[in-house]
């Protein structure tokens, strides 16, 4: 089931790059607008770094943001069309991988700084791409991830990790079948960090001032040198 819904969640993605690109730049999708996309770029701005690696940079809007800012950025997705859209808009030097596939030969160097904004969505690919991220990261290099938080994205079911279906509720009737997700626990969240070689500094919970509940969590984590 798992390597299935792995797929499951490729496929999803491929058939919504349109209207996914369309809704970013008619900037449809609320919680991005009001708090999620601003809480990314203020934790990242804390951090010292001159590269950026962007996993699962989609058209790649956090990329172009960051190089404004005067850092070198490398963007990765799987999905064809984000990568077309990202380079036509530039910003990055953007490449076709997928997470099993991430190393020093695909992304071209290390970088000080990773970065993986809701683009975590799967079992097997997140837990391999922790691992295989950890050489790509300098000496002291952080990863940061924003996701949705465990508590306020769990609903009525039992909170305890396990595969999730997708929705689209609220955005546009353009997209097609939502992509299954692997929902983790906080502690899960937590474990997968320390179990791969990582140190936790930060944990955020940004707020929507509307529902005055959780948007999303971002961990922000330093690679432990050895």
């Known amino acids: 089931m798992t390597l299935l819904n792995e797929q499951l969640i490729l496929q999803a993605w491929n058939h919504n ?6 809704a970013l730049e008619a900037r449809e999708i609320t919680s991005r607008e009001l708090v999620t996309n601003q809480a990314i770029l203020e934790t990242l701005q804390d951090i010292p770094s001159h590269s950026v690696l962007d996993l699962g940079c989609g058209e790649g809007w956090l990329s172009r943001a960051l ?13 064809p069309m984000f990568l077309e859209t990202a380079k036509a808009k530039g910003g990055g030097d953007f490449k076709l991988c997928r997470y099993e596939h ?57 909170y305890k990790d396990g595969w999730r279906e997708g929705s689209w509720a609220g955005i546009s009737e353009r997209f097609q079948e939502a992509a299954p997700w692997y929902f983790r626990t906080l502690e899960t969240w937590l474990q997968l960090f320390n179990e791969t070689g990582y140190s936790l500094q930060t944990i955020k919970e940004p707020v929507n001032p509307n529902t005055q509940k959780a948007a999303s969590i971002i961990f922000v984590a330093q690679k432990i040198d050895v």
């Open 67 to 79: 190089a404004a800012e005067g850092r070198k950025v490398v963007g990765v997705d799987a999905v």
């Open 102 to 158: 991430i190393c020093r030969r695909t992304v071209g160097s290390t970088v000080d700084l990773a970065v993986a904004n809701f683009s975590l969505l799967g079992r097997q690919s997140v837990e391999l791409v922790f691992r295989r991220l950890r050489p790509l990261l300098n000496y002291g290099g952080h990863f940061v991830v924003q996701t949705l938080h465990p508590h306020t994205s769990c609903g009525d079911l039992p």
């Open 17 to 22: 790059a349109s209207p996914w690109i369309e």
